[in-house]
């Protein structure tokens, strides 16, 4: 229930959802919709709804960052690894951050900066607009 997945064939489903197997690489297309904008057009409204009170970590790709745009403040994580934005194993790092968080039953800021995620520290916070990004340095 605290859990949205952005699917490129379901758009926003919650984490517990029973989805059928199915294969539809990012970013194709399917009978001529453009799943970005479908999904944003469609379903904005219902996850403003949604996500009015709670605490927002976003863990979503940068491509599936134009299925819905935040309207309210929200917490975000990237991802440095000798220098370097992590982009390939950086889905395995948001992985392992929503563990710690459901584990800890993380529910704040202040929570979510003190998990534990071994083999990684805080290399710092920015500010950008509605979003706090803390971005770890992965040893």
Not at 53 to 60: N, P, Q, S
Not at 84 to 113: P, Q
Request: aromatic share 12%.
């Amino acid at each position: 229930r605290n859990t949205i997945i952005f699917s490129n064939l379901f758009g926003p489903v919650l984490g517990g959802d029973a989805l059928p197997n199915y294969k539809l690489k990012q970013g194709e297309k399917f009978g001529g919709i453009d799943a970005a904008k479908f999904y944003r057009n469609s379903f904005s409204a219902a996850l403003d709804r949604y996500l009015a009170d709670e605490c927002v970590v976003d863990l979503r790709a940068g491509f599936y960052e134009k299925f819905y745009d935040m309207k309210r403040e929200y917490l975000s994580f990237s991802f440095i690894k000798g220098g370097k934005v992590l982009s390939h194993y950086a889905k395995a790092w948001r992985g392992k951050v929503l563990r710690e968080i459901a584990l800890a039953g993380a529910c704040n800021e202040a929570e979510v900066l003190a998990l534990r995620l071994g083999g990684a520290s805080v290399l710092e916070i920015k500010q950008i607009g509605l979003k706090k990004e803390i971005v770890l340095e992965i040893s």
